[in-house]
């Protein structure tokens, strides 16, 4: 790079790159974000592969209307409903938080089912990528979850019969699925205790977990690299030139039993190549 | 996958990252353009479609139609696929084997196809299943979003033989929401409780129904909340259903 010297910095550029300076000595910050912004990725990447992107977009925008509507929120079984019929009625703006949380919820499933089709279809997660999947696969499982538990939050006769159902469900399970019911009803039955600990589950426990495994998600996807598209003009090339290859060592196979020996030279290297 | 097909494809790869474009700006750019239409769908979707407010919950009042969000549709449409089958284990398929099974396979998926291939027409067996599980899921979660939610009010079972103690019973199911669950004689959702039309045929005893009232099996809720007359007369109301009651 070439420096062009104009003459002193104003002081805000001196004090800012003083604090950057000061930050990059310690941190090495800058060397591993020209890194990681301007490594390579294969040139035929495509507008599939923007939907994991897209699902943690929706995850930081669901974290701040969340923030936004715990500002409000009581949980407790005796004004769970009224504050939530104050966000919606009186709070300014507070309809329009809580139909984005909403809305976001239902946005998210299918963005974050749409990249795991996309990955399925593609045969993204064969090697080195089977662990970006699993943990991909932990993600769907909580973002599930996150469903589940925030449906009872609004605290009416709708939402609180599915979950009892779905408490149910989950407590009639083999061997562990009594301490699964309690430890989700916060007891035997369903009561004031439930709901609290639906909303610390929903509001704490499971984005915690979300945002861990989004951070080891993108640790192998880094780490990896983005997949190529299997129709990628530079895949395709390769595989024509492979094919190529594969018939013309058939053909000086043949042309080899045949005895003429012209050429064994290339004929080895063809052998080769019909093997990989 | 092979030591070969490994670092075959490591080669590869490395062929395609040299040919490759830097992550800023050609990956970010799509990324942010796309992430910003789907906030935007968002945002329109909140604007246009308002969320409601129901009914505050009332748990002495079972008058309810437990109905999940969309996306577990498909989990509730398969509790109705076993719903009609007697023995209690095809209810363990629905609530535990099936879903389990899933999420198994959705967890170890790379570990079962593990072929170098990922050309799209040459991944038959992986297409395949792709194209019946997406099928399967959208199939299931548009039967749950097309399907009836219960009975409308003032709407009655079209049954003949009533004496005094089943008309009662027959109130006290109608009041309780049973019919969300439970169909009898075409009226009611078709699950996920089964069909009750010959419910009398089992031949149980009003102390046996009033137990199973108050300590169901899942995903059945309890009705111990009940007053003791309303679930003797629910009872007698029951177990003469398709013998007494037509
Ligand atoms: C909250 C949910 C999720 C988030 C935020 C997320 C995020 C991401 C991001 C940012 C990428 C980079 C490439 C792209 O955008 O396509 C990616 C790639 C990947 N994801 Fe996800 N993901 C999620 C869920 C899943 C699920 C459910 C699976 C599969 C079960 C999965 C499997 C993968 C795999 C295998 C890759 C690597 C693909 C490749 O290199 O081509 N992810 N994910």
Redesign the pocket.
Known sequence: MTTKDIGPKNPVEQGVTQVVDFVDERSGVKNSGRWLMFRNIPAGTSW?????????AL?GMQAITGIILAMYYKPDPNTAFGSIAHITNEVTWGWMVRGMHKWGASV?IVI??L??G???I?G??KYP?EL??????M??L??MFMGLTGYLLVWDQKAYWATVVAVNIFASAPILGPYIGDILRAGPEFGPDTLSRFYSIHMLLIPGG?AT??GL??Y??IR????EPPWAKRALRVQRDEEDARRKAARNREAGLKGSVSFPPAWVDDEQEVKR | MKKADKVAYDKDYAAAKKDGKPFFPYAIYK?TIIAGLAILVVIVLAITVRVEMGEPVNPASTDFLPRPDWYFYFAFELLKIFANQNALTPVIMATFMVPNILIIL?VI?PFIDRGPERRIWKRPFAMGTAVLVISGLCYLTFLGASTPEGIAKGETLPLTGLDAAASAGEAVYLANGCSSCHMIKGVGAPGPGPELTNEGAKGWDNAKMVQWMKVPVAPMPSFASLPPEDLENLSTFLNGLGTKYK
């Open positions: 599939f592969q923007t939907l994991g992107f897209t699902a943690m995850f998210m974050v089912f990249h795991m996309r990955v399925f593609w993204a997660y990528r970006t999947w699993v943990t991909g696969a993600l769907l909580m973002t979300i495994f989004i998600h993108l192998f996807i990896l690299g983005i997949s | 990324d959705l998926w």
